[in-house]
Every structure is written in structure tokens, then in C-alpha cells.
């Protein structure tokens, strides 16, 4: 399969709490995970991303783990500020490694309420 | 260095008609997907292309076509436009290191209404 399952599609929270973003994978080849941050009108950055051979990876307020054997991996924001309001999409490579894929999320619409 | 760049920005077709978008990417990536982009479906996969093949290709009709060209830029084709069609497309660039995936570059999209 190639279904990437992204939750929840909606995520309110307070500035200052923290959020958490969930996704599935079905191809249990996938070896690259990044998540991507897309603001109203503008086009998806990347934030973070993370390779199977990882279990979990940082920056700043911002953390990434990945669980390979249930296939899954989870976007950690702590500290929540106003700007990190978004859509957050998730991805996951899929096929042979000489021609892979990313596969995309629906997409989690982050508020942060001041 | 220059990003990803889209043109046009926005197109607006009639129904039936065909268009074709462009896409060039950052200036040493050979790598370029396609997606298209609606607020009920997310990011979808149209096509992948890597020094002027098509690798990769995603579950949209015939009616949707690709290609690159030898300096890696490349063209997205749609032809006989329907309404459903009406989508943000984004072309994403990456450097292409062995076997290993890296960071996907998105351009800014170009905006097609179908009318």
C-alpha cells in the first residue's frame, strides 16, 4: 500500500502548551520521514525530517520520533508560539530506493490560541 | 541561490482547453515531483522525473503529462481541462545523493481555475 494517515486534521491549542501530530505508514520500506509546514498562501517548508535508521531527532522546540515497527511517527511542538499556526503535513517515502516517492499526509491545521 | 520557480502564477482555462505549467528547479537538482494541492485532499503525487525520465507516477489520468528537459527544468501537461482540475500545482526539486532521499525544495505553485 501507500497510504500515509495523518491525525487529527484540526489541532487547537494554548500558547505555551504543547501539540502533537500523528501519522501511519503502510510501506515498511519507507526510510525517510519529513514533516512540512505550510503557512496561509504560501508554499510547504520543510521543519524537520528523519531517516529509519533514527529513532528520534530535535531541534529547538521542535522533535520528531518514529516507531519502525508500528509504523508510525509523531511531530512534537513544545513551548507553542502564535507563528507556529500552520498546516503541518506529514510524508513518507515509498518505493525502491532508486526511485522513490514521498507520500503526503492530509494535513493537521494547527492553531494556536493566544 | 535562486529557489524553485513556477510560471505562471495563476491561470484561469476554460473548460476542455489544455495547459501546460512550468517548473524550474534549484540550480544542480536533477530530481522533480509534481503534486497537486486541494483542501479536501492534500498533497497528491502526480509525477516524479530525474535526469529526463519519468521514475515515479502517481494514481491521475493520461490527461496529465510530464517532462524534463536536459537542464532539469520541466513541464506539466493537462489536457481537456475539467472543473475538478481546479487545484494549487507544486513542483518540488531535490538533490538526489545515491539512493538516499533529501529535502524536497517547493516552489511557490501556480494557481489553476477551471472554468
Redesign the interface.
Known sequence: GENVEQHPSTLSVQEGDSAVIKCTYSDSAS??F?W?KQELG?????II?I?SNVGEKKDQRIAVTLNKTAKHFSLHITETQPEDSAVY?C?A?I?D???????????TRLTINP | KAGVTQTPRYLIKTRGQQVTLSCSPISGHRSV?W?QQTPG?????LF?Y?SETQ??K?NFPGRFSGRQFSNSRSEMNVSTLELGDSALY?CASSLWVS???T???????TRLTVV
Not at chain 1, 42 to 46: A, C, E, H, N, V
Not at chain 1, 97 to 107: H, R, S, T
Request: charged fraction near 20%; hydrophobic fraction near 30%; proline fraction near 4%.
Open positions: 526510510n525517510y519529513p512540512y504560501k508554499r510547504p517548508q520543510l525530517d531517516r503535513f510524508a517515502s518505493g530506493q532508486g526511485a522513490q516517492k514521498l507520500v503526503f499526509g492530509q494535513g | 515531483s503534486y485532499q492534500g498533497l497528491q503525487f516524479e530525474f521514475r515515479n502517481g507544486l539512493r538516499f532521499y529535502e524536497a525544495f517547493f516552489g511557490q505553485g
